[in-house]
């Protein structure tokens, strides 16, 4: 059975919103990294977790506890997984407007050859 998509737009108006999205996806990446920069230098200072008997077991039992990482590949720390989350985010968002965009590239470019195979169509 085929599946059929009905796009009430044109192909130019989705690849324009496409690329916004992969846009906002790239601003987003961009961002994040920055803000991913600034929490690793936090953590790097010997003062944001200062050994004790409460920032110790959290640390190990918490901020440091493996977790899948946000690619699934690989565990890491759960501090390093939420920052590595928050860009994959964008990286995903950037990837998800590229998809879009080359699909709706193939679908224009399918459908006029399409066309013009049933306009050269002999009757």
């Known amino acids: ?12 108006e989705i690849i324009s919103i496409a690329n ?14 920055g803000i991913k920069s600034a929490i690793d230098e936090h953590e790097g200072r010997a003062d944001t977790f200062p050994s004790d008997q409460f920032t110790d077991p959290f640390v190990k039992d ?3 506890v ?4 946000a690619d699934d590949d690989k565990t890491v720390p759960a501090n390093e997984a939420v920052k590595e989350s928050a860009v994959y985010c964008g990286t995903k968002l950037t990837a998800i407007g590229d998809f879009v965009a080359t ?4 679908y224009d470019a399918t459908d006029q ?11």
């Open 103 to 106: 699909a709706m590239i193939n």
């Open 20 to 33: 916004g999205i992969r846009s906002k996806g790239t601003e987003l990446t961009a961002k994040l990294q």
């Open 66 to 69: 493996a977790v899948p990482a």
């Open 1 to 12: 059975m085929s599946n059929y998509i009905e796009i009430t737009s044109t192909p130019g």
């Open 62 to 64: 918490n901020y440091h």
């Open 113 to 123: 050859q399409g066309g013009a195979d049933i306009a050269n169509t002999p009757t």
